[in-house]
């Protein structure tokens, strides 16, 4: 901690590793003033949605804290659309021009299969490198999923998997047809692939929270025509029943085992 709080500059490293980790808060991009800011690497800029979801723009730059303030610029301009609040900037001895933008490229393909995170990057470049380098850039990039892990970031985690032991759970409605299961998960509730939604959205439901992350998800085709494509980790049983019947629910009641059990009972 930089400056003696957690709200402030933060710096991360590994050992025997050359990069380095910084986390910057937004409000201070502007006074930055340090050596190891000047440099290139690459960025991760966190946004919180209205909807309680999370998002992330991956960049790249050869100098990372003016490409910062140009964000700042283009947001106060009006032509950035979405606003994030701390800043993460991965930098390294001898990274040049190519090597970030292949980091940028493995970094935004690995967000967006890991799914927790729209991943706001909208292109990047499919960059070839010496075949010497590519060993040593996956390894950085190994270091870099650490670091943002370690600073409870889950942009680079797999949505859970079952196990052979896990307790599914059932979320239905014979009036919408909805037919959902899944599972609690480290990070709240995680739904699985081939789950159908609710065709109805209740009319009190629209504009609430869970409503615009339902949108969201169809906008990202995470659900589509329907049904859910993959397995999504929602952070709260609540959030998934809502979002798999069409309205406010409570998922602790409204999950229940294939017993009839509730959630809340076991």
């Given at each position: ?136 850039m996956e390894e950085f990039i190994d270091n870099i999923k650490i670091l943002i892990s370690t600073m409870n970031y889950n942009v680079f985690v797999p949505v859970p998997k079952a196990e052979d032991n896990t307790q599914y759970f059932f979320c239905s409605s014979s009036k919408s047809e909805a037919d959902a299961k899944g599972f609690v998960s480290p990070g709240g509730f995680t739904v699985l692939k081939g789950s159908k939604v609710s065709e109805r959205i209740y009319p009190v439901f629209i504009g609430h929270n869970y409503h615009k ?54």
């Open positions: 901690m930089v400056n003696g709080t957690a709200d402030s500059i933060m710096t991360a490293e590994l050992s025997n590793w050359s990069g380095k980790a910084i986390k910057i808060p937004r409000t201070e991009i502007q006074t930055c003033s340090r050596d190891d800011v000047n440099s290139a690497g690459v960025y991760l800029l966190f946004c919180q949605e209205d909807d309680g979801s999370s998002s992330v723009y991956i960049g790249e730059a050869e100098n990372i804290i003016i490409r910062l303030r140009q964000h700042l610029q283009e947001y106060k301009a009006g032509k950035e659309k979405f606003y994030w609040n701390t800043a993460v900037i991965f930098t390294g001895r001898d990274l040049n021009k190519a090597l970030i933008r292949y980091i940028e490229d493995k970094l935004v393909k690995s967000a967006r299969e890991c799914g927790r995170y729209r991943v706001l990057t909208k292109n990047t470049y499919d960059t070839s490198i010496k075949e010497s380098l590519v060993a040593t992350q339902r949108m969201q998800l169809e906008n990202d085709g995470i659900i589509s025509e329907g049904v859910f494509q993959r397995d999504y980790e929602f952070n709260s049983p609540s959030a998934a029943s809502a979002v798999v019947l069409g309205r406010s629910s409570n998922g602790n009641v409204e999950w229940k085992t294939k017993d009839n059990i509730k959630l809340k009972d076991i």
